[in-house]
């Protein structure tokens, strides 16, 4: 059974930086041959894509955060994380980890809030 769980958010101030970090039990990242993905969810808004990054440590961005959110993952740790720098008050939501080819499986969310 494949479980993901997410930790690391929190309150902020703009400019301020955060690490997420997503760990996976059930599916070893050394050989998992889909993306590990990092979405979110502000209020009122749809899901969206943030950050992915393939087994082979390819990483892809949205526009929104290039620049300023770094996707990496370690696989002896079996944990996928995203560090977040410059953060402004637009970047809150709520954070998921997702992986799978769809993908499928998703962790339950870390809050990520930024005050202005």
């Known amino acids: 059974q494949v479980q993901l769980v997410e930790s690391g958010g929190g309150l902020v101030q703009a400019g301020d930086s955060l690490r997420l970090s997503c760990a996976a039990s059930?599916?070893?990242?050394?050989?998992?041959?889909?993306?590990i993905h990092w979405f979110r969810q502000a209020p009122g808004k749809e899901r969206e894509s943030v950050a992915r990054?393939?087994?082979?440590?390819?990483?892809d961005y949205a526009d929104s955060v290039k620049g300023r959110f770094t996707i990496s993952r370690d696989n002896a740790k079996n944990t996928v994380y995203l560090q977040m720098n410059s953060l402004k008050p637009e970047d809150t939501a709520v954070y998921y980890c997702a992986a799978g080819r769809k993908p499928e499986y998703w962790g339950q969310g870390t809050q990520v809030t930024v005050s202005s």
């Open positions: 059930g599916l070893a990242l050394s050989n998992y041959l889909y993306d």
């Open positions: 990054i393939s087994r082979y440590a390819n990483a």
